[in-house]
């Protein structure tokens, strides 16, 4: 099994950053797709980024792209997210997501992910 453990959420302003840090345990992610999602209250768990076992390919939801930036250590057994330019609608429970990914491909469903961590909580003020 994977443990995963995201840190480096917190309350910031519009137009501020933040990084947000998953660290693995228990196997090395070098072998999986991972995934950073994030969900608000009375709404489904949505994918915002993706990154392949290499790092060298990466996928965004529409609306963050140009603003967040994932990024992998598998040396550290960690993933990022870099998360640049931030507003109000962004407030959100963000989790990062394992994948074991066949063909290495990066996926968006939910329920194509293993292992989850319990997030952490970005809030962006207006």
């Known amino acids: 099994q994977v443990q995963l453990v995201e840190s480096g959420g917190g309350l910031v302003q519009a137009g501020d950053s933040l990084r947000l840090s998953c660290a693995a345990s228990?196997?090395?992610?070098?072998?999986?797709?991972m995934g950073w999602f994030r969900q608000t209250p009375g709404k489904e768990r949505k994918f915002v980024a993706g990154?392949?076992?290499?790092?060298?390919?990466?996928f965004y939801e529409d609306s963050v792209k140009g603003r967040f930036t994932i990024s992998r250590d598998n040396a550290k057994n960690t993933v990022y997210l870099q998360m640049n330019s931030l507003k109000p609608e962004d407030t959100a429970v963000y989790y990062c997501?394992?994948?074991?990914?066949?063909?290495?491909?990066?996926?968006?469903?939910?329920?194509?992910?293993?292992?989850w961590g319990q997030g952490t909580q970005v809030t962006v003020s207006s």
């Open positions: 228990g196997r090395t992610i070098r072998n999986y797709v």
């Open positions: 990154i392949n076992r290499t790092g060298g390919s990466t």
């Open positions: 997501a394992t994948d074991f990914s066949r063909n290495g491909n990066i996926r968006v469903d939910t329920y194509l992910y293993d292992y």
